[in-house]
């Protein structure tokens, strides 16, 4: 089993920057694909980036492209969420997720959550 515990969310305005991160219990976090999640006010929970246990292979979403980079520190059992040129729409609570399977685009196959933690992003 993994534990995840998501920090470093917060109140920035646009155009600005933040890191997430999601510290995982456990010594096989190595063995896990993870991923990033959100969830806006009245939406869907949405993968908005994730990566594979060897970090070969990452996934983005349309709207984070170019923005967003996801990585992963398996020695330290912690995944990163960078986050660059914040817009206001980024504005939602993020969360980390675990994937035994590394298939890391399909939603239903991340067996562990995180808490979340709260970005919000003014205009």
């Known amino acids: 089993q993994v534990q995840l515990v998501e920090s470093g969310g917060g109140l920035v305005q646009a155009g600005g920057s933040l890191r997430l991160s999601c510290a995982a219990s456990g010594r096989t976090f190595s063995m896990y694909a993870m991923g990033w999640f959100r969830q806006a006010p009245g939406k869907e929970r949405e993968l908005v980036a994730a990566?594979?246990?060897?970090?070969?292979?990452?996934y983005y979403a349309d709207s984070v492209k170019g923005r967003f980079t996801i990585s992963r520190e398996n020695a330290k059992n912690t995944v990163y969420l960078r986050m660059n040129s914040l817009k206001p729409e980024d504005t939602a609570v993020y969360y980390c997720?675990?994937?035994?399977?590394?298939?890391?685009?399909?939603?239903?196959?991340?067996?562990?959550w995180g808490q979340g933690t709260q970005v919000t992003v003014s205009s």
């Open positions: 990566i594979n246990w060897s970090s070969t292979n990452t």
């Open positions: 997720a675990a994937n035994r399977l590394q298939t890391i685009v399909t939603m239903s196959h991340y067996d562990y």
